[in-house]
């Protein structure tokens, strides 16, 4: 049972350009959504995360939107850099620190 | 920010034969360790909770008595693939989480090849 779903599963982006990436969820248990970025041979790596009780969270060029009556969460990159290519993986737990389900991630091209 | 350690990175072993990965937390104390497998081109799934001094609790699906996992101080986890077999080839990343606290860290992940 895929808990988080995420999509696209690729996305190509002109450099400067917005990159978002969207993920649904069913669990209402879930109070935790973090958003990770893997390069390859690597292991992931915490960009951003959010709580319900906040609708936007940004940090840098990485903003997260959190709609909990629609139970979504999207990842916003803005100005886009070839740097940013990688897979992104959302995810979420039912308490801050407990085990995470990830969605089964996103890779990112973006193009110079 | 706080490390996590995972070795060896890439191992190589003959089908059949055990293997263990280590995961230590380099400047704090993980009273909690999570231990994930990801397939080529797939998502992380978790395999199983540890919890220092405790018993691992593994999630549906896991063979516990294939993945030995111990977790017998606050700085290192191990797990022990036995008897491994070409399926069981895979990346094994490790989480910790400090204690008190609620961020988990990732280590580099060990790339497993089994022959």
């Known amino acids: 049972q895929q808990q988080v779903k995420q999509s696209p599963q690729s996305l190509i982006v002109q450099k400067g350009g917005i990159s978002i990436i969207n993920c649904a969820y069913e669990n209402t248990a879930f109070d935790y959504f973090p958003w990770y970025q893997q390069f390859p041979g690597k292991g992931p790596a915490l960009l951003i995360a959010i709580r319900p009780d906040v609708s936007e969270k940004k940090e840098g060029r990485f903003t997260i939107s959190f709609n909990k009556s629609a139970k979504q969460f999207s990842l916003h990159i803005m100005d886009s850099q070839p740097g940013d290519s990688a897979t992104y993986f959302c995810?979420?737990?039912?308490?801050?620190?407990?085990?995470?389900?990830f969605g089964a991630g996103t890779i990112l091209r973006v193009k110079s | 920010g706080a490390v996590v350690s995972q070795h060896p990175s890439w191992v190589i072993c003959k089908s059949g034969t055990s293997v263990k990965i280590e995961c230590r937390s380099l400047d704090f104390q993980a009273t909690t360790m999570f231990w994930y497998r990801q397939f080529p081109k797939q998502s992380l799934m978790l395999m199983a909770t540890?919890?220092?001094?405790?018993?691992?609790?593994?999630e549906q699906g896991v063979e516990k008595d294939k993945f030995l996992i111990n977790h017998a101080s606050l700085t290192l986890s191990t797990l022990t693939v036995t008897s491994a077999h070409p399926e069981d080839s895979s990346f094994y990343i490790c989480?910790?989480?400090?204690f008190g606290a609620g961020e988990l860290f990732f280590g580099e992940g060990s790339r497993l090849t089994v022959l």
């Open positions: 540890s919890n220092e001094g405790s018993k691992a609790t593994y």
């Open positions: 995810a979420a737990s039912m308490e801050y620190g407990n085990k995470l389900v």
């Open positions: 989480s910790a989480r400090e």
